[in-house]
């Protein structure tokens, strides 16, 4: 996936780093986490398709995530526990056309990712 920015859910008072005040509710802001300097980044995500029953209007499912990673120090300030794992460009093609007998070659495309400074803002 080809991104720009990404958006999380952040407990506002952990955005705050405080705790919560007595009676308070807890309250969700939406972050918005842009690379500096600004940058398209490669994100690897994984996909899986289930196929549906044999019954009348069982459909295939399909299913698509980013992969996440403990987060740099920027995010972790802001409040969010995660964050999505961009890679190299030079690895797309290994990622996508993986070797299925040499998972550590994938381990080893996240482990050298790209590592931007993440700015960030609330979201409108």
């Not at 991104?3 to 007595?22: D, G, I, K, S, T």
């Not at 939406?30 to 459909?59: H, I, N, Y």
């Amino acid at each position: 996936m080809i991104v720009n920015a990404f958006y999380e859910n952040v407990a506002r008072h952990r955005m705050e780093h405080r705790e919560l005040a007595p009676g308070e509710v807890e309250e969700n802001v939406v972050l918005e986490f842009r690379p500096e300097p600004q940058q398209d980044m490669l994100v690897a995500c994984l996909w899986s398709c289930t196929k549906g029953g044999e019954g009348e209007g069982e459909a295939d499912l399909y299913s698509f995530a980013a992969i996440t990673d403990e987060p740099p120090p920027e995010v972790s300030e802001a409040g969010h526990d995660r964050c999505i794992v961009p890679i190299q460009r030079q690895s797309v093609d290994a990622w996508l056309h993986p070797d299925p007998k040499n998972l550590a070659a994938l381990d080893a495309i996240l482990e050298d990712r790209s590592r931007p400074y993440y700015e960030h803002r609330l979201a409108a």
